[in-house]
């Protein structure tokens, strides 16, 4: 089955920690996203990438870090410096080019909490 | 500044009606539009997309209406099902052609048996 996963679907971090989250893709799409959402909060673009080795800054960058070194991958680093990470955090996944209105593909989330 | 606006009251209808959920815009000129459907811990899943020379898309139970005179967007649940109940997003492609939708904080519709 075609999908995108992500790992862990919750996850705990002590203040001062780096933690990385998994995004993982099989439906050979070009892009691939990160965003964040709070509650009653829409969706928050923080970092996407349109092709291997290159990805670009979305809206929230600070305190987050990214890397595309494969397609199939985009995993997403909060580091100690995002100062208020507690959240849900999804992946997506699109066709890039071409036809450009292109629906996003979620995975299932993973909910970060700061302890 | 862009600004999208989904009623943040979550909308409770009966089963069997229609439920009609709206999404405005301001300081956009939106190529198009798409709606998904999130349920509680879940990621979104796309339902419909309409483009700005369309007037209307119909899928299933599901219909989108676009007025970019107006600004906004109607989806409707014809039938509407408890299953239906759910939050639902609407998406906009951000100004200056980007292929990147933004998205509205979504509208929770809950289906009473």
Not at chain 1, 19 to 43: F, I, K
Not at chain 2, 52 to 81: G, M, Y
Request: proline share 5%.
């Amino acid at each position: 089955d075609g999908g995108i996963t992500q790992s862990p679907k919750y996850l705990f971090r002590k203040e001062g920690q780096n933690v990385t989250l998994s995004c993982e893709q099989n439906l050979n799409h070009d892009a691939m996203y990160w965003y964040r959402q709070d509650p009653g909060q829409g969706l928050r673009l923080i970092y996407y990438s349109q092709i291997v080795n290159d990805f670009q800054k979305g809206d929230i960058a600070e305190g987050y870090s990214v890397s595309r070194e494969k397609k199939e991958s985009f995993p997403l680093t909060v580091t100690s410096a995002q100062k208020n990470p507690t959240a849900f955090y999804l992946c997506a996944s699109s066709t890039f080019g071409g036809e450009r209105y292109n629906e996003q593909f979620f995975g299932p989330g993973t909910r970060l909490t700061v302890l | 500044s862009q600004k999208i606006e989904q009623n943040s009251e979550a909308l409770n209808i009966q089963e069997g009606k229609t439920a009609t959920l709206t999404c405005n815009y301001t300081n956009y000129s939106p190529a198009y539009l798409q709606w998904y459907r999130q349920d509680p811990g879940r990621g979104p899943v796309f339902l419909l997309l309409i483009r700005e020379n369309e007037k209307e898309k119909r899928k299933e139970r599901l219909k989108v209406t676009f007025d970019t005179t107006l600004k906004q967007s109607l989806f409707h649940i014809t039938a509407s099902q408890p299953a239906d109940s759910a939050t639902y997003l609407c998406a906009l492609d951000a100004s200056g052609g980007s292929y990147i939708p933004t998205f509205g904080r979504g509208t929770s519709l809950i289906v009473h048996p």
